[in-house]
Nanobody, 125 residues
Framework: QVQLVESGGGLVQAGGSLRLSCAAS????????MAWFRQAPGKEREFVAA????????LYTDSVKGRFTISRDSAKNMVYLQMNSLKSEDTAVYYC??????????????????WGQGTQVTVSS
């Protein structure tokens, strides 16, 4: 079982930037796709971005394309989400997740079996 711990959330003004980090431990990190999801108050959890086990493939939801960048450092068992040009609608709890299957990358929450505790991102307008 993998353990995931997010950090880097906080309060930022609209137009600002934040970098989220996710530290993974417990099993072979380099063979699993990783992703970020978010959940705003009163809304369902939604996909934000995913990165393949090599880092060569990336998926983004349309609303963050061109603003957010997902990356990973498998040597350090870390995943990052660089968020630029933040908007008030980006306000949510952000979760790091590991895919349930090796060598697979998808954007469905049901495909991810391990989750972190979440980190709050609040964007003030």
């Amino acid at each position: 079982q993998v353990q995931l711990v997010e950090s880097g959330g906080g309060l930022v003004q609209a137009g600002g930037s934040l970098r989220l980090s996710c530290a993974a431990s417990g099993r072979t990190f380099s063979t699993y796709a990783m992703a970020w999801f978010r959940q705003a108050p009163g809304k369902e959890r939604e996909f934000v971005a995913a990165i393949s086990w090599t880092g060569g493939s990336k998926l983004y939801t349309d609303s963050v394309k061109g603003r957010f960048t997902i990356s990973r450092d498998s040597a350090k068992n870390m995943v990052y989400l660089q968020m630029n040009s933040l908007k008030s609608e980006d306000t949510a709890v952000y979760y790091c997740a590991e895919h349930s299957m090796r060598w697979k990358i998808t954007d469905r929450a049901a495909d991810f079996g391990s989750w972190g505790q979440g980190t709050q991102v609040t964007v003030s307008s």
